[in-house]
Protein backbone atom coordinates (compact mmCIF):
# COMPACT_ATOMS: atom_id res chain seq x y z
CA UNK A 1 0.00 0.00 0.00
CA UNK A 2 3.02 2.64 0.61
CA UNK A 3 4.63 1.71 -2.31
CA UNK A 4 1.48 2.52 -4.46
CA UNK A 5 0.77 5.74 -2.67
CA UNK A 6 4.24 6.45 -3.01
CA UNK A 7 3.91 6.15 -6.83
CA UNK A 8 0.94 7.81 -7.16
CA UNK A 9 -0.65 4.78 -8.11
CA UNK A 10 -3.50 6.23 -6.67
CA UNK A 11 -3.68 8.99 -9.70
CA UNK A 12 -4.14 5.84 -12.10
CA UNK A 13 -7.13 4.28 -10.06
CA UNK A 14 -8.60 7.79 -10.06
CA UNK A 15 -8.74 7.82 -13.85
CA UNK A 16 -10.25 4.35 -13.68
CA UNK A 17 -12.74 5.35 -11.39
CA UNK A 18 -14.53 7.40 -14.34
CA UNK A 19 -14.49 4.67 -16.96
CA UNK A 20 -17.21 4.30 -18.90
CA UNK A 21 -17.09 0.59 -17.56
CA UNK A 22 -19.03 0.23 -14.86
CA UNK A 23 -17.09 -3.17 -13.85
CA UNK A 24 -14.07 -0.88 -14.35
CA UNK A 25 -15.41 1.56 -12.07
CA UNK A 26 -16.66 -1.28 -9.37
CA UNK A 27 -12.63 -2.29 -9.15
CA UNK A 28 -11.07 0.88 -8.76
CA UNK A 29 -13.73 2.14 -6.19
CA UNK A 30 -12.68 -0.98 -4.35
CA UNK A 31 -9.21 -0.48 -4.74
CA UNK A 32 -9.71 3.27 -3.19
CA UNK A 33 -11.51 1.94 -0.79
CA UNK A 34 -7.98 -0.30 0.31
CA UNK A 35 -5.83 2.55 -0.16
CA UNK A 36 -7.91 4.52 2.16
CA UNK A 37 -7.60 2.09 4.80
CA UNK A 38 -3.34 2.84 5.42
CA UNK A 39 -1.94 4.54 7.95
CA UNK A 40 -2.54 7.85 9.34
CA UNK A 41 0.19 9.63 7.30
CA UNK A 42 -0.83 7.43 4.37
CA UNK A 43 -4.66 8.72 4.10
CA UNK A 44 -3.60 12.40 4.34
CA UNK A 45 -1.30 11.36 1.46
CA UNK A 46 -3.99 10.39 -0.75
CA UNK A 47 -6.22 12.99 0.47
CA UNK A 48 -3.44 15.54 -0.46
CA UNK A 49 -3.24 13.82 -4.31
CA UNK A 50 -7.18 14.48 -4.76
CA UNK A 51 -9.05 11.16 -3.18
CA UNK A 52 -11.58 13.48 -2.42
CA UNK A 53 -13.15 15.01 -5.67
CA UNK A 54 -12.69 11.05 -6.95
CA UNK A 55 -14.77 9.91 -3.98
CA UNK A 56 -17.54 12.53 -4.58
CA UNK A 57 -17.97 11.81 -8.06
CA UNK A 58 -18.02 7.92 -7.07
CA UNK A 59 -20.54 8.70 -4.09
CA UNK A 60 -23.11 10.32 -6.33
CA UNK A 61 -22.87 7.34 -8.97
CA UNK A 62 -25.89 5.41 -9.40
CA UNK A 63 -24.70 2.51 -8.56
CA UNK A 64 -24.87 1.40 -5.26
CA UNK A 65 -22.02 -0.88 -5.09
CA UNK A 66 -19.69 2.15 -5.98
CA UNK A 67 -21.47 4.75 -3.65
CA UNK A 68 -21.13 1.88 -0.48
CA UNK A 69 -17.00 1.97 -1.46
CA UNK A 70 -16.79 5.57 -1.53
CA UNK A 71 -18.93 6.31 1.76
CA UNK A 72 -16.52 3.30 3.27
CA UNK A 73 -13.06 5.34 2.01
CA UNK A 74 -14.58 8.84 3.13
CA UNK A 75 -15.15 6.66 6.62
CA UNK A 76 -11.77 5.39 6.55
CA UNK A 77 -10.19 8.76 5.76
CA UNK A 78 -11.81 10.48 8.41
CA UNK A 79 -10.32 8.63 11.27
CA UNK A 80 -7.72 9.96 13.24
CA UNK A 81 -6.97 13.19 11.49
CA UNK A 82 -8.38 16.44 12.22
CA UNK A 83 -6.94 17.79 8.70
CA UNK A 84 -9.15 15.15 6.40
CA UNK A 85 -12.18 15.39 8.31
CA UNK A 86 -11.82 19.52 7.66
CA UNK A 87 -11.17 18.61 3.92
CA UNK A 88 -13.90 16.38 3.73
CA UNK A 89 -16.48 19.06 5.29
CA UNK A 90 -14.58 21.78 2.75
CA UNK A 91 -15.43 19.42 -0.25
CA UNK A 92 -19.30 19.02 0.36
CA UNK A 93 -19.53 15.49 1.68
CA UNK A 94 -21.90 15.65 4.90
CA UNK A 95 -25.38 16.35 2.46
CA UNK A 96 -24.38 13.18 -0.16
CA UNK A 97 -23.40 11.01 3.03
CA UNK A 98 -26.91 11.77 4.54
CA UNK A 99 -28.98 11.36 2.01
CA UNK A 100 -27.46 7.52 1.39
CA UNK A 101 -28.88 6.58 5.21
CA UNK A 102 -32.22 7.14 2.96
CA UNK A 103 -31.31 4.32 0.68
CA UNK A 104 -33.86 1.73 0.65
CA UNK A 105 -30.72 -0.37 0.19
CA UNK A 106 -29.87 -1.70 3.59
CA UNK A 107 -26.58 -2.58 2.43
CA UNK A 108 -25.51 1.10 1.39
CA UNK A 109 -27.10 2.02 5.24
CA UNK A 110 -24.16 0.43 6.53
Do not use: W
Not at 14 to 40: E, H, W
Not at 57 to 72: G, M, S
Not at 78 to 87: A, Q, V
Not at 88 to 100: C, Q
Amino acid sequence: RSIMIAQEVSKVIFKLSKSSDSQTQRFAALALCNICLGTLNQRETVVKQGVLRVLLFLLRYPDVEIERCAALSIAALSLGSIKNKTEIMKHGFIAPLISTTTYPDKNIQR
